[in-house]
C-alpha cells in the first residue's frame, strides 16, 4: 500500500493525489456510512436515516405531472422527436436563448418578482458547484483568498480551493447573535488575512444560509455591500436556496440591494444560483454564474465550455420554467410543503427539548446538542456524532465540518425523505433522548435559561420523562448511547 501511494505520487499529478477534494470530513464520512446500511422502510429498517442530504424532494409530483402534460417538451417522445436533431447538434456555449429567458425569469420569480435578471448575463455551468469554481478561476489567481463567514457549506472547500489554488478564510460567526455577519467580523477577518500578507479578492456569502436556514435582512446586505466595496474586493453570493424561503421575513437578492441605488461598483458583484435547491434538481446540473461585471461573463461564457448544461436538459428547462402558471404554482406549493415539514420537525424535537436555532428558509434545521457534550471540544462533538450515525443510526452533520466555530451544533436535514421516514427518524431521537435523561438534564436547564433564542419549549420533555419509557420496535437503539458518548 505505501509502495503503491508513493508510486502514484510520482506518476499522478498533484491535485490527483492529493487530499484539496476534501473527502476526508465526517460530512463525507457520514455519507459513507448510510451508503454502506441505507435505511429502506421494508428492506432494512435498522438502517442509517440519511439526514446529511440537502435535498428537496417534497413536490416532484408536481414536475412528474407537468411532464406528462407536456411530451413535447421532451425530445425523446413522439410529440418531441421533431426537434430532437436540432437540439442534439446544438453547440453554442451561450446556451439556447429561451433557455437563458426562462431561467432570468424564474430567478426573478423565486425572489418575488421584486427585480428583473438579465438573459445575457446568464452563464451556464455544471450546478452551483461548478459556477463556484468558474468565479473563482474569474476573479482570483492561486494564493489569493476569498472571506467566508462560518457556518458554511462544506463542499465550498472543494469547489472553490481544489483545482484553483485559492484559500477560503473564516469570518467567525456565533451563536451569541444567532451567527450574525457583524462588520467587527469581517474586519477581523480582512485584518488578519492582511497581516499574513494573503492578498482577499472577495467575500462570499450564502442566502439563504446552509447550513443555518436563516436568511440576511437587507441592513446586513447593504453593511455587506459597503464593507466589499471599500475594500474594492468581490461579493459573491450565491443564492440557490431562494425560493426555498417558507415563512417570513421575505427573501431579500442582492439584487434588490443593487436596485436600491445603493453606492457601490456593479462591476463587483456576482450571483451563483442554480435549480438544484429551488426546484430540486440536482442530477441536471444547471448551474448559473449571473455576474454585473460584462468581463467577468464574457471569460466564464469561454470557461464553460468545461462545464455546458446539456441542451436536452436546457430544452426541457426552457419550456417548464416558461409556463407562468406552473411556476407560479410549484414555487408556492414547495414553500407550503418545506414550511409544513419544518413545522413537523421542530415541533417534534421541541417536545423532546431538542431547541434549534429558528430559522424560516433551507431544507434542513440547525440544531443545538452542545449541552450534550461531555466538554465543550470539537473531540466531543465528533463522538457525540459518532454514537448518533453508530447507533441511533441518523447521518446529521456536525457543526465542525462546517467550519463552525463552537462545538454541539448539527445539520438535520428535513426536505429528502417521505414522511414515515420522518417519524421513524423521530422515534429514533425520542428514544435516545428518553433513554438519557440524565444527560438531558444540564441541557433541559440551559435552554430554559435561552427561551428566546431557541425555537422550542421544553414541557414536553418534562412530559415525557414523568411517563414510563416506552421503547420503539424501530428503534436500532440497543442501550444508553448518550451515557456512553459522556462517559467514554
Ligand atoms: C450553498 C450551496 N452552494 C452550492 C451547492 C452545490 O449545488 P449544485 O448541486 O448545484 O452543484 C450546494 C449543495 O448543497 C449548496 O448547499
Known amino acids: 500500500m505505501v509502495f503503491m501511494a508513493a508510486n502514484q505520487a510520482q506518476l499522478l499529478s498533484k491535485i490527483a493525489t492529493g487530499n484539496g477534494h476534501g473527502e476526508d470530513s465526517p460530512y463525507f464520512d457520514g455519507w459513507k456510512a448510510y451508503e454502506t446500511d441505507p435505511f429502506h422502510l421494508t428492506k432494512n429498517p435498522h438502517g442509517v436515516i440519511q439526514m446529511g442530504l440537502a435535498e428537496n424532494q417534497l413536490s416532484f409530483e408536481l414536475v412528474q405531472e407537468w411532464i406528462m402534460n407536456n411530451p413535447k417538451a421532451s425530445i425523446c417522445t413522439a410529440e418531441g422527436v421533431g426537434e430532437f436533431k436540432d437540439i442534439a447538434i446544438f453547440q453554442d456555449y451561450h446556451g439556447l436563448p429561451e433557455f437563458r429567458t426562462a431561467v432570468a425569469k424564474f430567478m426573478g420569480k423565486a425572489r418575488g418578482n421584486r427585480v428583473t435578471f438579465d438573459p445575457d448575463r446568464i452563464v451556464m455551468s455544471g450546478g452551483a458547484t461548478g459556477a463556484h469554481e468558474m468565479t473563482a478561476f474569474c476573479l482570483a489567481d492561486p494564493d489569493d483568498a476569498f472571506l467566508v463567514p462560518t457556518p458554511y457549506y462544506p463542499g465550498f472547500d472543494r469547489d472553490l480551493r481544489w483545482r484553483t489554488g485559492v484559500q477560503l478564510l473564516p469570518v467567525v460567526c456565533e451563536s451569541s447573535n444567532n451567527f450574525k455577519v457583524t462588520r467587527e467580523a469581517l474586519e477581523a477577518a480582512y485584518e488578519k488575512a492582511q497581516e499574513a500578507n494573503i492578498r482577499v479578492k472577495g467575500l462570499l456569502i450564502t442566502n439563504p444560509s446552509n447550513p443555518l436556514g436563516t436568511i440576511l435582512d437587507r441592513e446586513t446586505l447593504r453593511s455587506l455591500v459597503r464593507f466589499i466595496n471599500e475594500k474594492n474586493i468581490h461579493l459573491i453570493c450565491d443564492e440557490i436556496y431562494a425560493a426555498t424561503v417558507f415563512s417570513q421575513p421575505d427573501f431579500i437578492s442582492i439584487a434588490e440591494i443593487l436596485d436600491e441605488g445603493i453606492d457601490c461598483n456593479h462591476d463587483l458583484i456576482h450571483i451563483v444560483y442554480s435549480l438544484s435547491k429551488d426546484m430540486g434538481f440536482p442530477g441536471f446540473r444547471v448551474g448559473i454564474v449571473y455576474s454585473y461585471n460584462d ?4 471569460c466564464a461564457r469561454k470557461m464553460s465550455s468545461f462545464g455546458l448544461v446539456s441542451t436536452q436538459t436546457q430544452h426541457l428547462i426552457a419550456s417548464m420554467l416558461s409556463d407562468d402558471e406552473f411556476v407560479e404554482r410549484f414555487i408556492a406549493e414547495s414553500a407550503n410543503r418545506l414550511a409544513k415539514r419544518y413545522r413537523l420537525f421542530t415541533r417534534g ?5 431538542i431547541g434549534c436555532l429558528k430559522s424560516n428558509a433551507g431544507l434542513f434545521l440547525w440544531m443545538d446538542l452542545h449541552s450534550l457534550l461531555k466538554d465543550q471540544t470539537f473531540e466531543a462533538e465528533m463522538t457525540l456524532w459518532r454514537v448518533i450515525i453508530k447507533e441511533v443510526k441518523l447521518n446529521v452533520s456536525p457543526g465542525s465540518s462546517f467550519h463552525c466555530s463552537e462545538p454541539g451544533w448539527f445539520r438535520v436535514c428535513f426536505a429528502n425523505m417521505d414522511h414515515s421516514t420522518v417519524e421513524i427518524a423521530l422515534t429514533r431521537i425520542s428514544t435516545f433522548v428518553i433513554q438519557n435523561m440524565e ?17 422550542f419549549s421544553s414541557r414536553r420533555l418534562e412530559d415525557i420523562m414523568k411517563s414510563p419509557c416506552k421503547m420503539s420496535p424501530r428503534s436500532p437503539i440497543p442501550q444508553s448511547p448518550m451515557v456512553k458518548a459522556r462517559t467514554c
Open 295 to 298: 468581463a467577468v461573463v464574457s
Open 349 to 353: 424535537l421541541s417536545q423532546l427539548g
Open 439 to 455: 444527560a438531558m438534564a444540564p441541557l433541559r436547564r440551559q435552554w430554559r435559561q435561552k427561551e428566546l433564542k431557541l425555537s
